[in-house]
Nanobody, 127 residues
Framework: QVQLVESGGGLVQAGGSLRLACAAS???????????VGWFRQAPEKVREFVAA????????DYEDSVKGRFTIIRDNAKNTVYLYMNNLKPEDTAVYHC?????????????????WGQGTQVTVSS
């Protein structure tokens, strides 16, 4: 079994930065039990949407168009943690951010392909 715990959310002004972390327990990020790791977000009364994902090796990444150039996803298998660096934050980035893990080695962006989910961390960007 895999447990994912997010941290690093908070309140920030527009233009500011945050670093989210997703820590795994139960299985390590370097094991074949965990492949692609992704970040999704859900704003009030909206569907959960893809934000970013990174392959098992860490060599491939994908981003939702609105965060390209502002967000960076990095994987540290030695620390069993995936980070999401968020710069130049905008009010529309306000949401609960969830990390998710899949057994697929390659990058995937579809929510239904992820087997494990964290509880989420709130990010609020004020204007």
């Amino acid at each position: 079994q895999v447990q994912l715990v997010e941290s690093g959310g908070g309140l920030v002004q527009a233009g500011g930065s945050l670093r989210l972390a997703c820590a795994a327990s139960g299985r390590t990020f370097s094991s074949y039990a965990i492949g692609c790791v992704g970040w999704f977000r859900q704003a009030p009364e909206k569907v959960r949407e893809f934000v970013a994902a990174i392959s098992r090796s860490g060599g491939s990444m994908d981003y939702e168009d609105s965060v390209k150039g502002r967000f960076t996803i990095i994987r540290d298998n030695a620390k069993n943690t995936v980070y999401l660096y968020m710069n130049n934050l905008k009010p529309e980035d306000t949401a609960v951010y969830h990390c998710a893990a899949s057994t697929s080695a390659r990058v995937i962006t579809t929510r239904g392909a992820y087997e494990y989910w964290g509880q989420g961390t709130q990010v609020t960007v004020s204007s």
